[in-house]
């Protein structure tokens, strides 16, 4: 069974810093996603992330996969408050055909 | 880009009675459409794969005859939550996966449910 761990679980930071939002899964996967969810709405597709080294970058977050350790990292830098949401890894198994399994979450809150 | 529209947004209804919530694809064709439920501060639990013109296929632990799933056409599939009871009260997303492409799954905004 694919399981998909985050952390931390919920991160404070304070406007200007740096920080990395842990995505680690336990078996082989395909394709790995990084969505944004604010409070009472549905998901909005952040990155797609494909292969071994795969680096996307949007702004302030920037995305990584490192297969062979099964870990994603998203970074956040010089944060903004506009960034505070809850931010969930998912990941498409090899074995699970088109099905997400997702991450815990990471409830960001982002303070001046 | 590809737009998934769910309706309800928002449902309350008595315990007992059932709800049917509809999930669309706008602008493209969706042979698969998934079910989620989020419970507050949760994560997505996928309960049910929906595949057009067949049975839907259901995870482990989720009532098939509670939770009525049909996926009448390529860009429709609906959910009906039927007898529900207070515990059913939670969020719930539905996604699609456009038919030319597996790539990615397209989330509707939610219907959140709420049962008295």
Redesign the interface.
Known sequence: ELKVEQNPLFLSMQEGKNYTIYCNYSTTSD?L?W?RQDP????E?LF?LLSNGAVKQEGRLMASLDTKARLSTLHITAAVHDLSATY?CAVDGKSS?????????T?LAVRP | GAVVSQHPSRVICKSGTSVKIECRSLDFQAT?M?WYRQFP??????MA?SNEGSKATYEQGVEKDKFLINHASLTLSTLTVTSAHPEDSSFY?CSA?DRGQ?????????T?LTVT
Do not use: A
Request: aromatic fraction near 18%.
């Open positions: 394709r996603y969505y009472g709405k549905s998901l597709s797609v969930f055909g088109d099905k997400l399994t997702f991450g815990t979450g409830r | 698969t998934f501060k949760q994560s997505l639990m996928l794969t997303i996966r597996r790539l990615e799954q397209y989330f509707g905004p939610g959140r």
